[in-house]
């Protein structure tokens, strides 16, 4: 597997570009943002050259009708989607990457997003959307990146962009290859992966060819409902932090742990700090994606922008809940057309995370959910993969909420019609596209 990456890696140099990551690392670890991928994991991509530079297209659309039942389901026929470009070329003695990341869900789906029982995160109408996945953003990702060799087998990156992914969490859900079959965000997105499109970053990273430890400053302030697209920027303020450890010992095998604080991410309640630990694996193994995630929250009320001891009066108490969350998901490639999927979670989330108006709104609540699906390819279309596919999803309530949801067993199910780049047979020239 390594070395069908490096022949990947080894076309574009012989095109004119040289080794297109320091220590040689290839492609195929990219993750989102800085994150890091294991080696031997898939890469589909629409690749080119442009001169000095190499872009590179990748992405996935989901066409989908959507039915979830139950008290508070609903169901809607819409679209998921990410659209990724990345252009890179060397420069100054190292590898310089632009990347820009577009969706078109807000446009198409409106400020609610799509039906997603027990799917909690965003503010429509000055209330928590519930039961919803809030639409990405059009533009999540507008970022550039440099990275260069130190000395033989050590390197420095600086990754910063108006929007960008800080070193807090695992791969985001949509650029991990065990969650490609699956149209729909985790339940517990915002406790893990929720901040990759942060409006104001900046990263710094020393790695080797094993390990990266990273460090960002970034804006957590998440958007409120009526604020315009470039009006988010007036609010840009670095008072966020995180710092992040990755291990690859092996081609088939990632590692992170993570820890962060961001200030101010809620709009209904922007005096909430948060501090954000976490870990994850991701394992590409042959025909088999994995990725094993674990995130904790503590979020403290009534946090002050600049608190000083010596200078505030308050005699308030301290107010902080935890909340945890935990994912295990996996790709399985049951045939060179047909790949099944499966993601087991479980989530704390609080009375107000639900949508409560009243009550103990910080009453925590554990709700786990079960999800497997299938797609089946179809056709290609040029250089892309046209799939149809399946998802049902069954969630596991607490006797608490039996009466808000009429059930312990709300279940969901969506069919869809997935487009991406096909896989690059220079990467698996044994597998069939699918």
Not at 42 to 65: C, K, N
Not at 174 to 199: E, K, Y
């Amino acid at each position: 597997m390594r070395g069908a990456i490096a022949q990947h890696d080894m076309a574009h140099m012989a095109a004119g570009v040289p080794a297109p990551l320091a220590l040689d690392i290839p492609l195929s670890r990219l993750g989102s943002g800085t994150s890091w991928l294991p080696d031997a994991s898939p890469m589909r991509s629409i690749d080119w050259m442009a001169g000095r530079w190499m872009l590179m297209a990748h992405g996935s659309i989901f066409g989908q009708f959507d039915e979830q039942t139950g008290l508070r389901g609903d169901n809607q026929l819409g679209i998921a989607d990410h659209e990724m470009l990345m252009a890179l070329r060397s420069l100054a003695g190292g590898a310089l990457r632009l990347s820009a990341m577009t969706s078109v869900e807000s446009f198409v789906l409106g400020d609610r997003g799509y039906p997603e029982l027990l799917q909690t995160g965003g503010v429509y109408r000055s209330a928590r959307i519930v039961n919803r996945q809030h639409p990405d953003d059009p533009l999540m990702e507008l970022a550039a990146s440099y990275e260069r060799s130190l000395i033989p087998g050590f390197a420095v990156q600086v990754y910063a962009g108006p929007i960008g992914e800080p070193a807090l969490g695992p791969v985001t859900y949509m650029d991990r290859p065990s969650a490609a079959v699956d149209p729909f965000a985790p339940l517990g997105h915002h406790w893990q992966d929720a901040s990759h499109d942060a409006i104001g970053v900046a990263t710094v990273g020393l790695f080797t060819r094993f390990a990266k430890l990273e460090a960002s400053v970034f804006n957590g302030r998440e958007s409120p409902e009526d604020s315009s697209f470039l009006s988010r920027f007036r609010r840009l303020r670095l008072d966020s932090y995180s710092a992040r450890l990755s291990v690859a010992p092996n081609p088939h095998l990632v590692g992170s742990t993570w820890a962060g604080y961001v200030y101010g991410h809620d709009p209904l309640d922007p005096n909430v700090g948060m501090q954000r630990y976490g870990a994850a694996l991701n394992a590409a193994t042959g025909r088999v994606s994995t990725a094993v995630v674990w995130g904790l929250m503590i979020h403290h009320h009534g946090a002050r922008e600049h608190f000083h001891p010596a200078t505030d009066t308050s005699t308030a108490p301290p107010s902080y809940h935890l909340a945890g969350s935990e994912l295990i998901e996996t790709t399985f490639d049951a045939t060179p057309r047909t790949s099944l999927y499966a993601r087991v979670e479980q989530v704390q989330k609080t009375a107000d995370d639900l949508g409560f108006l009243g009550g103990d709104l910080m009453q925590l609540f554990t709700i786990r959910d079960v999800a497997v699906g299938a797609t089946h390819h179809v056709m290609s279309l040029g250089p892309t993969s046209a799939s149809i596919g399946a998802r049902l999803s069954v969630e596991l309530l607490p006797e608490t909420l039996r009466l808000d949801y009429r059930t312990r067993r709300p279940m969901g199910f969506a069919v869809f019609v997935r487009l991406r780049p096909r896989l690059a047979p220079r990467v698996r020239p044994s597998r069939l596209d699918q």
